[in-house]
C-alpha cells in the first residue's frame, strides 16, 4: 500500500520558522524526485521546492533563500526548512513523489499539512 505522509505543519508568528517532513512507502519503482506543493484558500496548487534522487533542486521564486529542501533517498523522505515565513506562505502544503517507469510518471501525494503564519 502506497503512502505518502507529511508532518510538521503548524501555526506560527511571522518571521518564524517550521520544518515539514514526508516519508514515501510502498512505492513500487524507484522515486526519481520529491518535493512540496502548496494550495492557499482560492487559488491553484503550485509547485514550493523539488528535489530528484541526483539532488538537483528547483525552488518557486517567492520562496528561494527561504525555503531549503532535503532528501534522504535511503529513506524515500523529503525535508522543507522554512525561514523568515510569512503570511503569504499560509497554505495547506502537499508532499510529491514521483517516479517514471517505461514512459509513464507516476505521482502519489500526501494529505497534506497545513502552515499558518501570522502576521
Known amino acids: 500500500q502506497v503512502q505518502v505522509v507529511e508532518s510538521g505543519g503548524g501555526l506560527v508568528q511571522a518571521g518564524g520558522s517550521l520544518r515539514l517532513s514526508c516519508a514515501a512507502s510502498g512505492i513500487r519503482f524507484s522515486i526519481n524526485a520529491m518535493g512540496w506543493y502548496r494550495q492557499a484558500p482560492g487559488k491553484q496548487r503550485e509547485l514550493v521546492a523539488d528535489i530528484t534522487s541526483g539532488g538537483y533542486t528547483t525552488y518557486a521564486d517567492s520562496v528561494k533563500g527561504r525555503f531549503t529542501i532535503s532528501r534522504d533517498n535511503a529513506k524515500n523522505t523529503v525535508y522543507l526548512q522554512m525561514n523568515s515565513l510569512n503570511p503569504e506562505d499560509t497554505a495547506v502544503y502537499y508532499c510529491?513523489?514521483?517516479?517514471?517507469?517505461?514512459?509513464?510518471?507516476?505521482?502519489?501525494w500526501g494529505q497534506g499539512t497545513q502552515v499558518t503564519v501570522s502576521s
Open positions: 510529491n513523489a514521483r517516479s517514471w517507469d517505461r514512459g509513464l510518471r507516476y505521482d502519489y
